[in-house]
């Protein structure tokens, strides 16, 4: 896996745990009914054009066909969906359900739709970067492509210092887990244009009651080295973390806050079952063919009626691989006579 991708090891490892059903439902809170039967088709079969404005769409993005950026501008709010009904009773358990049609009235100015909102998802960091928070894991990243630096102020739930502030470079992502006593960071900026330039990342923690400790470890196949370095004063401890690719950072530290939370599920491994031997007729991949001994080449199967049991034969009306039996069904009836 290359260093770009290795984000996807943090799933595997248990770094970042997927969220159950019913833990994606909870959080959600708020969800569009698509009611609209008139009008264009965008009308019918959109989502409302201006949902996203002022919530998580990036500032100078478009709405619908105009909307380029999969980016989020901000994790404060999450994804607010638009469906067509709501299938179940927990999916009925979404507390605040909006009928499309009524959002011109519900929310004449953005302004009217934050209000709304901001009671139901309370401000948990500021700045400019993205930050969601589920339980003690926190997904960051630079949202903009342009170069600009972004960075946020993030209001610790569960370690005891009081805040962590973190200053990003282009394309850089952080997965930031708490705990009481730690903080641990997963930081990744790779950009294999420009594989050995390392960029800047920083972070800092506030309100620490002792100097921290830290460990690193740089991750990716390859990697140019990185270079971090610390500082510690007035009970802020500062990590400057030059890199280009995935770096694992591992904080001791705490401080003087209290009432934070305790409660957090770790990722549970469930192995797959072991697939049953198999017994049918053998199939052969054309990229494994062996030229030896062949006798002719065929194009197109289908125009030779005498030809049966091969795999991988293309329909030429939509230029899909059907199965034999398919393909052979298919044969017995434009065949038949």
């Not at 919530?55 to 993005?61: A, F, H, I, T």
């Not at 196949?221 to 280009?244: F, H, L, M, P, R």
């Not at 705490?254 to 017994?279: D, H, I, K, L, M």
Request: with cysteine; proline share 4%.
């Amino acid at each position: 896996m290359k260093t770009g991708s290795d984000i996807f090891r943090k799933v595997q490892d248990g770094t970042i745990r997927i969220p159950s059903r019913s833990e994606a439902v909870e959080r959600t809170k708020v969800v569009v009914i698509q009611d609209v039967n008139s009008g264009s088709n965008d009308d019918k079969y959109s989502t409302y054009p201006t949902l996203f404005e002022g919530l998580y769409r990036m500032e100078n993005d478009g709405n619908l066909k105009d909307n380029h950026n999969l980016y989020k501008s901000n994790g404060r709010y999450p994804t607010v969906p638009t469906v067509y009904a709501l299938a179940d009773d927990l999916a009925k358990s979404i507390p605040v359900q909006i009928k499309q049609s009524e959002i011109p009235s519900r929310w004449s100015t953005i302004a009217a739709k934050q209000q709304e909102l901001n009671k139901l998802f309370p401000s948990e960091y500021w700045e400019n970067c993205y930050a969601g928070r589920n339980e003690n894991t926190w997904v960051t990243y630079n949202p903009f492509k342009d170069g600009t630096l972004a960075g946020g102020y993030l209001s610790l739930q569960y370690n005891t210092c009081k805040e962590l502030e973190c200053t990003y470079s282009v394309y850089t992502t952080g997965i930031i887990r708490e705990y009481s006593d730690a903080v641990d960071i997963y930081v990744n900026n790779y950009d294999e244009e420009d594989a050995k330039t390392l960029k800047t990342n920083t972070f800092k923690i506030y309100g620490c009651t002792a100097e921290p400790t830290l460990t690193y470890t740089d991750r990716g196949i390859n990697q140019a080295a990185s270079e971090v370095t610390t500082s510690y004063a007035d009970g802020t401890y500062t990590i400057t973390v030059k890199q280009n690719g995935p770096v694992d950072i591992s904080v001791k530290c705490s401080g003087s806050e209290t009432n934070r939370q305790t409660a957090y599920q770790e990722a549970a491994y469930t192995a797959p079952a072991f697939p049953s031997f198999y017994t049918g007729i053998r199939q052969y991949e054309g990229e494994f063919f062996d030229t030896k001994n062949v006798e002719g080449n065929v194009t197109n199967g289908f125009s030779r009626p005498d030809l049966f049991g091969y795999v991988g034969a293309m329909c030429p009306a939509r230029g899909k691989t059907i199965r034999p039996h398919i393909y052979n069904y298919i044969r017995a009836i434009f065949h038949a006579s």
